[in-house]
């Protein structure tokens, strides 16, 4: 299957899907977009209840990214990205996001660039370094003292009491 502009077929003997070239780049930030290249997708049939058009139209939609030959995200980008979406991302390292909340083509595609944004930024954002912290001098004593008695409780309760009789 070539994959861009031609029509596939799912094994059982009827066309279910188009590849599309995207026009439009899609912006992450104000500073970052990718590039419609790295971008493809296809609508396929969706399951569920449809009525009449269920065997005819094919509203989902399959948005496909290639995390690991992307040129506009950096490495660590990569890395968060194939970690958070680590379900979604196949053997060569392409991201699927799929859509089929509506019944219209080209919103179910609108929504689907915007899970990818939203994904990707997730992984542009760098996590916070843990800054060690040390407890404080009371706290310790604090820790220690109610150790104690929690101890002494536990001794006081295994001591006999001698019963004279």
């Known amino acids: 299957m070539h994959p ?27 500073r970052l977009k990718l590039p419609a290249e790295e971008l493809s997708w296809t609508a396929v049939r969706a399951s569920g209840p449809g009525g009449q058009n269920v065997n005819k139209v094919s509203s989902k939609v399959e948005l496909r990214f290639d995390v690991r030959g992307s040129r506009v ?27 089929q909340v509506t019944r219209d083509q080209r919103r179910n595609l609108e929504l689907a660039r915007q899970r990818l944004a939203e994904l990707v930024r997730r992984a542009l954002q760098r996590p916070r370094s843990r800054r060690p912290t040390k407890p404080t001098p009371g706290s310790q004593q604090r820790r220690l003292a109610a150790k104690r008695k929690r101890g002494e409780h536990k001794r006081r309760r295994a001591q006999p009491v001698d019963a004279e009789g």
């Open 4 to 30: 861009r502009g031609s029509a596939g077929c799912d094994g059982r003997g009827f066309a279910c899907y188009a590849w599309i070239v995207m026009g439009d780049a899609l912006a992450v930030t104000s």
């Open 73 to 99: 995200l950096d490495g660590p980008t990569k890395a968060r990205l194939l970690a958070i979406a680590r379900r979604r991302i196949d053997a060569r390292g392409v991201l699927l996001v799929t859509c």
